[in-house]
């Protein structure tokens, strides 16, 4: 950093004595944008009802509302599966991570295990009242305005489209039994 300054005030001496005008600027670090594009969303509605709106906020960001009611309680038995899949063609996504069935419950106690999960989660919370612990109460739960924080992203996060489609069931004698499922489309740009 402190060599660009050298050399840009080098250059801008130069440029003087030839009567060109210089300003110095320190380049910035182009900031990621994460663009929600459409939320698919299935549910079971002898659990739970749901409205998902994707619409642009004040500052013209892409947002997300949800407003969801859970029927009954969900003791111990919660799991989700998540796939993280990458656009690779106008109707194909090539899956980059998939955690495959997690206990969700297990997971709220011991949330380092898988980090992507855990960063998505702490970033939803800051946007609503969601379930983040067992036995999920039944009850309202809501997202409002919320947006994914690129600071949350890791640094070598290539720009393109997005596919994260989880599921959540829960375990009910020998099957797991659909609560809802969630397919969010998104595109990273600078």
């Not at 996504?93 to 992507?116: M, Q, V, W």
Request: hydrophobic share 40%; aromatic share 12%.
């Amino acid at each position: 950093m402190n060599q660009f300054i050298g050399v840009a005030f080098v250059v801008c001496i130069l440029q003087l004595i030839t009567v060109i005008e210089c300003k110095t600027e320190i380049p910035t670090k182009h900031e990621k944008l994460v663009t929600f594009i459409k939320v698919d969303y299935e549910i079971n509605k002898n659990l739970m009802s749901m409205k998902v709106d994707l619409k642009n906020n004040t500052n013209g960001r892409p947002t997300v509302d949800l407003d969801a009611e859970l029927f009954t309680e969900i003791p111990d038995e919660l799991y989700i599966n998540n796939i993280i899949s990458r656009r690779v063609s106008q109707l194909e996504y090539h899956a980059l991570i998939k955690t495959g069935r997690l206990s969700l419950c297990d997971f709220f106690k011991n949330s380092d295990r898988e980090p992507f999960l855990k960063t998505l989660l702490r970033n939803l919370e800051t946007f609503g009242h969601m379930m983040f612990n067992c036995p999920v109460k039944k009850g309202k739960y809501y997202l409002k305005d919320f947006y994914m924080d690129t600071n949350t992203l890791p640094s070598f996060t290539p720009t393109g489209d997005y596919r994260v489609d989880f599921a959540v069931t829960r375990k009910e004698k020998d099957a797991y039994v659909p609560i809802y499922r969630m397919l969010w489309y998104a595109t990273v740009s600078y």
